[in-house]
Structure formats: structure tokens, C-alpha cells
Nanobody, 123 residues
Framework: QVQLVESGGGLVQPGGSLRLSCVII????????VGWYRQAPGKGRELIAT???????NYADSVNGRFSISKDNSKKTVFLQMTSLKPEDTAVYYC?????????????????WGQGTQVTVSS
């Protein structure tokens, strides 16, 4: 069974930065695209960034230019570097896997999620 382990969240002031990590314990990690999702209080979960197995990234308009997704296949880890953080970025952040059409499909392969990591942007 694939396991998803997110970490790196915390409390940060507006304008600050954080780097989130997602360790994906899966035999065929290199075959998957990976997406970062977030869920703000009282809202649904939204897909904000994806990276294909070949390394192509896509971003939601709300984070484009501020967030950067990358991965280390050898460590089976996907990162989300977040800069210029805003209060509206406050959410629980999750990762999940898919195929290379994940950005358009929005739907991950797994029906379950990891525990997520809380990001709070506040002064």
C-alpha cells in the first residue's frame, strides 16, 4: 500500500517562506505524477501544483510565481517551496499521486490521504 507522509508546515509571518516535504513510500514512485493539494478552513480541497514523472510542473494561478514544486526520485520525496506567503495560504497541505494528466484530471489515484501538514500564515 502506498503511504503518504507530509511534513514541514508551521506558523510563518506574511511574506515568509516554508518548504514542505512529501515522502511517498511506493515501489514505483518514479512512474507517478505528484500533486500538492490544500484545504483551507471551511473550504474544499484544491489542487495547487503538480509535477509529472518527467519533471514538468503546473501551478494554480493563486500560487504561480510564489510556489515551486520539485522532487528527488532517489529519496521518493516531493517538495513544495513556498515563498511570499499570504494569510490566504493558510491551510492543511496534502500530497497525492496520479498519472501525468493529474493537473487536468485533478483526481488522484489514491482514495485516501496522509495526515497533511498545517501551514498558518499570520502576524
Amino acid at each position: 500500500q502506498v503511504q503518504l507522509v507530509e511534513s514541514g508546515g508551521g506558523l510563518v509571518q506574511p511574506g515568509g517562506s516554508l518548504r514542505l516535504s512529501c515522502v511517498i513510500i511506493a515501489e514505483y514512485f518514479h512512474m507517478y505524477a505528484v500533486g500538492w493539494y490544500r484545504q483551507a478552513p471551511g473550504k474544499g480541497r484544491e489542487l495547487i501544483a503538480t509535477i509529472t514523472k518527467g519533471g514538468t510542473a503546473n501551478y494554480a494561478d493563486s500560487v504561480n510565481g510564489r510556489f515551486s514544486i520539485s522532487k528527488d526520485n532517489s529519496k521518493k520525496t516531493v517538495f513544495l517551496q513556498m515563498t511570499s506567503l499570504k494569510p490566504e495560504d493558510t491551510a492543511v497541505y496534502y500530497c497525492n499521486i496520479g498519472w501525468d494528466d493529474l493537473w487536468t484530471s485533478k483526481t488522484p489515484l489514491l482514495v485516501y490521504w496522509g495526515q497533511g501538514t498545517q501551514v498558518t500564515v499570520s502576524s
